[in-house]
């Protein structure tokens, strides 16, 4: 399976500062999915982009993908500690089967 | 809608016994669970797909008979980890999803954890 990777650096901000981790990925995917995970809890998905979309936004959430590189980014503008959270990238080669990265973590600081 | 729920959320276990997982579909009627483990700090990793009334399937390098799987249901679906070992410990999360209707992509809804210790 597919094996989406983010830069591993954790991400420490202010708040109200934007914060922008990425993703890469070695195969061919028919989507590229985020997700947010608070310390010890399940996964609440935050944005799927297909793979003929470049860029898609939701709220304070801008996701752009570019397959000729296989990397996406995640964009969280106007922060909040709210956000403070892991974020991972999932991959899905089309069989619903998901390869997540390992995970960007990131801190607002209030 | 598309709430999924794991029982227990958290269970610590002496070495040798066996511990069962349970994950439900509560609002919707789920074709397919998934099973994820997790380390401290780590990534999910996939162990298996499990679609209802049919064997699981296992990702490589995760053991059948360690990792027991059961989704007799559209809505409910097991992991039991039997004679569990300290390096068994991990968080377990499922997900489930459904063909058609909540979404064209068969979204994934994930369930909230068990954090499993085994002493």
């Known amino acids: 399976s597919q094996q989406g990777e983010e830069d591993p650096q954790a991400l420490s901000i202010q708040e109200g500062e934007n914060a922008t981790m990425n993703c890469s990925y070695k195969?061919?995917?028919?989507?590229l999915q985020w997700y947010r995970q608070n310390s010890g809890r399940g996964l609440v998905h935050l944005i799927l982009?297909?793979?003929?979309?470049r860029e898609k936004h939701s709220g304070r959430l801008r996701v752009t993908l570019d397959t000729s590189k296989k990397s996406s980014s995640l964009l969280i503008t106007a922060s909040r500690a709210a956000d403070t959270a892991s974020y991972f990238c999932?991959?899905?080669?089309?069989?619903?089967?998901?390869?997540f990265g390992k995970g960007n973590q990131v801190v607002v600081i209030p | 809608g598309a709430v999924v729920s794991q029982h227990p959320s958290r269970v610590i276990c002496k070495s040798g016994t066996s511990v069962k997982i349970e994950c439900r579909s509560l609002?919707?009627?789920?074709?397919?669970m998934f099973w994820y483990r997790q380390f401290p700090k780590q990534s999910l990793m996939l162990m298996a797909t499990?679609?209802?009334?049919?064997?699981?399937?296992?990702e490589q390098g995760v053991e059948k008979d360690k990792f027991l799987i059961n989704h007799a249901s559209l809505t409910l679906s097991t992991l039991t980890v039997t004679s569990a070992h300290p390096e068994d410990s991990s968080f377990y999360i499922c997900?489930?999803?459904?063909?058609?209707?909540?979404?064209?992509?068969?979204?994934?809804?994930f369930g909230p954890g068990t954090r499993l210790t085994v002493l």
């Open positions: 997900s489930a999803t459904t063909s058609g209707g909540l979404s064209s992509y068969n979204e994934q809804f």
């Open positions: 195969t061919s995917i028919n989507n």
């Open positions: 982009i297909r793979s003929n979309e």
């Open positions: 999932a991959t899905d080669g089309g069989n619903n089967r998901l390869a």
């Open positions: 609002d919707f009627q789920a074709t397919t």
């Open positions: 499990s679609n209802e009334g049919s064997k699981a399937t296992y």
